[in-house]
């Protein structure tokens, strides 16, 4: 929107779990916006033949 100032990633962490099985990784990773709020989200990796296959990104909510 014209006007309304972004808020930017001012730092972020993710880690990755072990994984699910022999396919499935999830990477869980936390933000901290400009405006101070703070976010998390997980990724889900399918990975085969050491490729990512599919990226499915799940955005939580405000910490």
Do not use: N
């Amino acid at each position: 929107m014209p006007g309304r100032p972004r808020a930017e990633p001012r730092s972020s962490s993710c880690y990755t779990s072990p994984p699910a099985d022999k396919e499935l990784v999830f990477v869980y990773c936390e933000y901290e916006l400009t405006t101070d709020a703070r976010h998390r989200s997980i990724e889900a990796i399918t990975v085969q033949d050491w490729l990512m296959r599919q990226v499915q990104v799940f955005f939580g909510g405000t910490v």
